[in-house]
């Protein structure tokens, strides 16, 4: 055998067995579940065999894809408003000393404020409406963009600027084409975070004002005994929470290779 | 030489006051133009909040939020950082378990919520652990991630000369996942007071968060300011405590 084919082989053989390992944990940690639940539980608690059994019952219910499509809905909207606002301002407080040192408290603050204990202020603002999940969902993403975007701004070499502008080009256009593409893996870093917290600010406004939506499926099952359902809309949950971590990753490193995702991201 | 430095303060510090009185300017006027139902001014927020305080209320109230958080923090990070560390030394038992405590991680515990509060009911207990699976995620998927950035070459080099397992932790395991431990646990702070506040607000109303919910039904916009205000604060100690002890441990990592 060559080198190569060797080397190939060992890679192949410790693939095989950390997939191994990954099957083994995961299936001990489903079975001491299940067992746990079947020992010291009563019967309506969620136990692996009975959310699998339910999988297939739930995700044609009409009234989970309704649920999870509004929540989804939701989150992209906020998402959106979010970006449209944190980018601009990030640009902003980076660039500009006056923007940062008059802003950075109060961005920094409003990040540091749990966003939970918003609701019963924008419930009382919004209603127990849409709305009021929007406004949430807004309040938990924009700030961590703020802070990543000024991060990336602040962060573009002299260099770079200092061309652009022996070159005579405007700030506008340097701030385009020069910053923005360079404050991008911490944009994206940003929302990677962004998105986390805007599913748990959806999440905890239905629970909180009891409008329509995943969270609000959840919990009016579990009130109703049906956990083995609710927890299908948990697992959607997590396979958001993953799926989202998992694109903002590849996407950083297809399109931006040369950038090693920094260790200081919330 | 003195009026530099003091022009230099004042060019440092200048921005920071003047936007701290213009935000709390704004807050006032925004406050006395608008419905008191919607937007109370600072002035009635201050009042309001020494009126909390006077009756001793926010006090007792602070003492039970913070019994709470203290306690699904300290669980938290003494469960995470152990069991972290363990799946740091057990090579095999990491990677079969990385990938499940990165779903966990990325899962939002808020959804957990329901199930803990038909299961387990309203007291200290429900609560605790509602903190604490905000709380030790953080811990655990930081302290893994350090796990991996150890080189492999530094345990061989360390067995050939035929270091001690005490020696290798000293040496190697601790000084290289400790600072990303205390990166968790900077996040486990941020979570764990969403948690706290979570728990409060969905499962038995204590603490801080009861504040605000009573405030919130008797139309009492000055409480629930004054409350978001405190919990406001709150966070931005907390956080800076955060940073400050992850500081403290980044200065021997690279």
């Given at each position: 055998m060559t080198d190569a084919a060797i080397s190939r082989h060992q890679a192949r053989a410790w693939l095989s067995t950390a997939a191994l390992?990954?099957?083994v944990c995961g299936l001990v940690l489903l079975l001491?579940?299940?067992?746990?639940?079947?020992?010291?539980?009563?019967?309506?608690?969620?136990?692996?065999?009975?959310?699998?059994?339910?999988?297939?019952?739930?995700i044609v219910d009409p009234a989970f894809l309704q649920a999870t499509g509004i929540t989804l809905a939701a989150v992209a909207e906020g998402l959106a408003i979010a970006l449209a606002a944190g980018i601009p301002l990030g640009l902003a407080m980076g660039r500009s000393l006056i923007v940062d040192r008059s802003l950075r408290h109060y961005v920094n603050g409003f990040y540091a404020v749990p966003m939970i204990v918003v609701l019963p202020l924008v419930s009382l603002?919004?209603?127990?409406?849409?709305?009021?999940?929007?406004?949430?969902?807004?309040?938990?993403?924009?700030?961590?963009?703020?802070?990543?975007?000024?991060?990336?701004?602040?962060?573009?070499?002299?260099?770079?600027?200092?061309?652009?502008?022996?070159?005579?080009?405007?700030?506008?256009?340097?701030?385009?084409?020069?910053?923005?593409?360079?404050?991008?893996?911490?944009?994206?870093?940003?929302?990677?975070?962004?998105?986390?917290?805007?599913?748990?600010?959806?999440?905890?406004?239905?629970?909180?004002?009891?409008?329509?939506?995943?969270?609000?499926?959840?919990?009016?099952?579990?009130?109703?005994?049906?956990?083995d359902e609710a927890f299908v809309g948990v697992?959607?949950?997590?396979?958001?929470?993953?799926?989202?971590?998992?694109?903002?990753?590849?996407?950083?490193r297809r399109f931006l290779p040369w950038y090693r995702r920094d260790e200081h991201a919330n | 030489m003195r009026t530099q430095a003091v022009q230099a303060a004042l060019n440092r510090h200048a921005p920071f006051v003047l936007s701290l009185l213009a935000g709390a300017a704004l807050w006032e006027i925004a406050g006395r133009n608008a419905s008191p139902?919607?937007?109370?001014?600072?002035?009635?927020?201050?009042v309001r909040l020494w009126e909390l305080t006077a009756s001793g209320q926010l006090g007792a109230q602070a003492l039970d939020s913070a019994t709470?958080?203290?306690?699904?923090?300290?669980?938290?990070?003494?469960?995470?950082?152990?069991?972290?560390?363990?799946?740091?030394?057990?090579?095999?038992?990491?990677?079969?378990?990385?990938?499940?405590?990165?779903?966990?991680?990325?899962?939002?515990?808020?959804?957990?919520?329901?199930?803990?509060?038909?299961?387990?009911?309203?007291?200290?207990?429900?609560k605790v652990l509602v903190v604490f699976l905000f709380a030790v995620f953080p811990v655990l998927y930081n302290t893994i991630e350090g796990a991996r950035s150890i080189k492999p070459e530094l345990i061989e080099v360390a067995r050939a000369y035929r270091s001690s397992e005490s020696a290798l932790w000293r040496e190697v395991m601790?000084?290289?996942?400790?600072?990303?431990?205390?990166?968790?646990?900077?996040?486990?702070?941020?979570?764990?007071?969403?948690?706290?506040?979570?728990?409060?607000?969905?499962?038995?109303?204590?603490?801080?968060?009861?504040?605000?919910?009573?405030?919130?039904?008797?139309?009492?916009?000055?409480?629930?300011?004054?409350?978001?205000?405190?919990?406001?604060?709150?966070?931005?100690?907390?956080?800076?405590?955060?940073?400050?002890?992850?500081?403290?441990?980044?200065?021997?990592?690279?």
């Open positions: 390992s990954r099957l001491s579940w299940e067992i746990a639940v079947r020992a010291f539980a009563p019967a309506y608690v969620a136990k692996p065999s009975g959310v699998l059994a339910a999988i297939p019952r739930v603002w919004f209603g127990y409406s849409g709305a009021a999940r929007l406004a949430t969902i807004v309040f938990a993403a924009v700030f961590s963009i703020i802070i990543n975007v000024a991060d990336g701004a602040r962060s573009v070499p002299k260099d770079y600027l200092e061309v652009a502008s022996s070159f005579r080009s405007r700030r506008l256009r340097a701030m385009v084409d020069i910053v923005l593409p360079s404050a991008t893996p911490y944009l994206l870093a940003g929302l990677r975070l962004a998105a986390g917290r805007a599913l748990i600010g959806a999440v905890v406004a239905e629970f909180f004002t009891a409008i329509g939506g995943l969270g609000y499926f959840i919990l009016y099952n579990s009130r109703t005994y049906k956990h697992l959607l949950l997590a396979a958001f929470g993953v799926g989202f971590e998992l694109f903002v990753a590849t996407s950083t | 139902a919607f937007l109370v001014p600072l002035s009635e927020t201050l709470l958080f203290v306690t699904g923090l300290a669980l938290a990070v003494a469960v995470g950082m152990p069991l972290g560390l363990l799946l740091a030394r057990v090579r095999a038992l990491r990677v079969g378990i990385e990938p499940y405590v990165m779903i966990l991680y990325a899962t939002p515990m808020v959804a957990l919520i329901p199930f803990i509060l038909a299961l387990m009911g309203f007291g200290f207990g429900p601790l000084p290289y996942t400790l600072p990303y431990t205390m990166t968790g646990v900077r996040q486990a702070i941020g979570r764990g007071l969403v948690g706290m506040v979570a728990a409060e607000f969905f499962l038995s109303s204590t603490g801080l968060g009861q504040l605000i919910m009573t405030a919130s039904q008797n139309f009492d916009t000055g409480g629930v300011f004054a409350i978001i205000l405190i919990i406001g604060l709150l966070g931005v100690a907390l956080m800076r405590l955060g940073l400050f002890i992850e500081q403290r441990f980044a200065r021997w990592r690279n």
